[in-house]
């Protein structure tokens, strides 16, 4: 009972107590009388709601927000409809694929009724009606998608649900505005495998990078190597600087090969084995080195 009806029934039990009190006790049975017909024909809807109303088995009307009077005992309510967006959650458990993977999908339901004598008179109970089928059709739609584009392809996978739960309820008068899936859960051993699998993919990647490097490295030393092979003064100057870079750091004893030190002066080098071997004096040393004699055979 609304405020509105039960202050007017209130207001006629009182004025039928003060009549009989004072007056007469066959004008507070009027007033007893009033107060049970406003009680049954008074009703007031709310913005968000429509009442369907039959009157000896028939639609009489279907009424919305405000005030409104019914004819007692001849009209009856059958359904208040509430119009505002509803949610329904909704599952299926050990679902299986289309590659036979079971699943456990959760999802919600955004809908609202559009038609309020449809949702009425076209099923006996729409709310129950709208669960079951949402659990029909994704299990249908699980069925016939692969486990990789389940979760991946989520935004999908929520429009094929919407358009089908929404071709199968747009008869009861009820529109689906949106439906999401909030969860998608596979088994632990699956869940171990493919993340063994992202792993190995991952691995492979980084090798095939490495790889990559290292004969882009080789190149690159195959060209340095042209490079020095026909300019000894650079190679001179990269000696010279791999040297310098080993002796920044102070107080580290460092070691140097002699091939190192002989490239320091590759040219000089060569020049100077070159007289050695024929006995030329070396005019760095300012003598003459001749070359020893052979031993006499014995």
């Not at 129950?128 to 990789?148: K, N, P, Y």
Request: aromatic share 6%.
């Amino acid at each position: 009972m609304n405020p509105i009806t039960a202050f007017l029934v209130a207001l006629c039990l009182a004025a039928a107590a003060a009549a009989g009190l004072w007056v007469s006790p066959y004008l507070a049975g009027v007033f007893v009388l009033a107060a049970v017909v406003i009680a049954l024909s008074l009703k007031m809807a709310n913005v968000w709601q429509k009442f369907v109303i039959l009157r000896m088995g028939k639609l009489q009307s279907v009424h919305g927000e405000g005030m409104f009077a019914i004819i007692p005992i001849l009209d009856t309510i059958v359904a208040v409809i509430d119009q505002r967006i509803q949610t329904t959650g909704f599952n299926a458990e050990e679902a299986l694929t289309r590659d036979t993977v079971p699943v456990n999908v959760d999802a919600i339901i955004f809908w609202h009724v559009h038609d309020a004598e449809k949702a009425a008179l076209a099923i006996t109970n729409y709310r129950q009606a709208i669960d079951q089928v949402a659990q029909t059709s994704l299990r249908e739609m699980i069925g016939s998608s692969m486990l990789a584009s389940l979760l991946s392809d989520r935004k999908d996978a929520d429009e094929q649900l919407k358009l089908e739960i929404g071709a199968k309820t747009a008869p009861w008068g009820i529109t689906v505005s949106s439906v999401e899936i909030r969860d998608v859960a596979i088994p632990e051993a699956l869940q171990d495998a493919m993340s063994r699998q992202a792993q190995a993919e991952r691995e492979k990647q980084a090798r095939v990078i490495l790889g990559s490097a290292e004969a882009a490295i080789a190149g690159k030393f195959v060209e340095a190597a042209q490079t020095y092979d026909g300019h000894p003064q650079a190679l001179q100057l990269r000696a010279m600087n791999i040297i310098y870079e080993t002796t920044k750091e102070r107080g580290a004893t460092i070691l140097l090969p002699s091939s190192m030190v002989d490239s320091l002066n590759p040219s000089a080098a060569t020049v100077a084995l070159a007289l050695a071997g024929k006995g030329v004096p070396d005019p760095d040393a300012g003598v003459t080195r001749k070359p020893e004699p052979k031993p006499a055979p014995a």
